[in-house]
C-alpha cells in the first residue's frame, strides 16, 4: 500500500512539473514567491505654507497663537512627510518642539523650505539645498527678478519597513516674478531628471501659480509630473483654493489653488484633500495645506 501510494505521489509531482513547464505564469502552489510581484509603499505627503513669524499679523493670527492649532492640524492629517515653506529657524525650532515624532531637513538662511519626517518609519539617505537662481549652490542667491531668495530642497528617503527608496521634494516659488516661476519650473525638472529614474518622485510646494498657469505647464509637460489632484481616485474640497489670507474660507476658489502635491515615476494617489480646518475662526495659515495618500510600487 505504501509503495503505491508513493509511487502515485511521484506521477503527481511529475505532472505538476510538466504543468508549470508549460504554463509558466499559473501558480501550482509550491512556487514560493511570484519574481514580478509589486511591493507597495503607502506614504502620506502634505505640502503646508506655514506663513513666517512676523509682526504683523494681528490676533488670533500671530505665530504663537497659531502654534496650538497647527499642532492639532497635523495631528489630525497624520501626514508622513511634510513639505513645509516659508518657515524661519526660530519657527521649525517651535515645531519640533510640537512635533517631537518628527525630524527635519532644510536650508540654512531666511525662509526655508523644509522637509518634516516621521523617524521612526523613515531615515534620509542623501539630501542638498538648492537657491531658485543661475547660480543654485551659492546659499542665498537670486537672479530671476524676485527679491527674497526662494528654494528647493529634496531628500532620498528609505521607508525603513520595506527597505525602498524615493524621492521628496519641496519648494517655495516666488509671488511676484513670473520669469522666476518659470526658471524656477525649468530648474526642478533639470534637478529631478538627474534622480535614480527608477524610483519615484514626490513633488510638494506654494507655486504662487495656479493650475493653468505656465509653471504647472512646464512641471507636467510631456509626462514628467502629474499633478496628483488631477489624477487622484478621491478629491476632497475641489470647490476651494488654498490662498485663505487668514479670512477667505473659500481659499479663493479653485483658480487659487497655488499650493500642490504633484509625483512622477510608479505612484498614484488614492486621496487627496485641501484641509480647510479652522478653530474658532482661527486658521492655521494663511494658506490651507493640502495632503495626498500617496501608494509607490516596486517591482521585486
Given at each position: ?109 531666511g ?13 534620509v ?13 551659492v ?33 517655495h516659488?516666488?509671488?511676484r516674478?513670473?520669469?522666476?516661476r ?32 505656465a ?18 481616485e478621491?478629491r ?20 487659487k ?44
Open positions: 500500500m505504501k509503495k503505491v501510494l508513493k509511487a502515485l505521489l511521484s506521477v503527481v509531482a511529475g505532472l505538476l512539473v510538466i504543468l508549470s513547464g508549460l504554463f509558466p505564469g499559473s501558480s501550482t502552489g509550491f512556487a514560493a514567491t511570484n519574481k514580478d510581484q509589486l511591493t507597495s509603499v503607502d506614504v502620506n505627503a502634505m505640502t503646508f505654507n506655514l506663513r513666517h513669524k512676523n509682526n504683523n499679523d494681528s490676533s488670533p493670527h500671530t505665530w504663537n497663537e497659531r502654534i496650538p492649532t497647527i499642532k492639532k492640524l497635523i495631528n489630525m492629517e497624520n501626514p508622513d512627510v511634510i513639505g513645509a515653506q516659508e518657515v524661519l529657524y526660530t519657527q521649525l525650532k517651535d515645531l519640533k518642539n510640537i512635533l517631537p515624532h518628527y525630524n527635519w531637513i532644510g536650508g540654512n538662511r525662509e526655508y523650505s523644509a522637509i518634516f519626517y516621521k523617524e521612526k518609519d523613515y531615515s539617505l542623501e539630501y542638498d539645498s538648492l537657491w531658485l537662481s543661475d547660480t543654485p549652490e546659499i542665498g542667491s537670486k537672479t530671476w527678478g524676485n527679491h527674497i531668495p526662494r528654494m528647493v530642497i529634496w531628500a532620498k528617503f528609505l521607508d525603513k519597513k520595506t527597505k525602498k527608496p524615493f524621492y521628496f521634494v519641496n519648494t516659488f516666488d509671488h516674478s513670473a520669469n522666476a518659470e526658471k524656477s519650473s525649468e530648474l526642478i525638472l533639470k534637478v529631478t531628471k538627474e534622480f535614480d529614474p527608477k524610483l519615484p518622485v514626490i513633488l510638494t510646494g506654494d507655486f504662487n501659480a495656479g493650475p493653468d498657469s509653471p504647472h505647464q512646464i512641471l507636467t509637460s510631456d509626462r514628467e509630473f502629474d499633478d496628483l489632484w488631477e489624477t487622484a478621491t476632497i474640497n475641489d470647490d476651494l483654493g488654498t490662498f485663505n489670507g487668514f479670512e477667505d474660507p473659500t481659499g479663493e476658489g479653485p483658480d489653488r497655488i499650493d500642490w502635491i504633484l509625483g512622477k515615476g510608479n505612484l498614484t494617489a488614492k486621496k487627496i484633500k485641501i484641509v480647510n480646518y479652522q478653530k474658532n475662526g482661527q486658521f492655521p495659515s494663511d494658506h490651507f495645506p493640502v495632503v495626498a495618500d500617496i501608494s509607490l510600487t516596486y517591482s521585486k
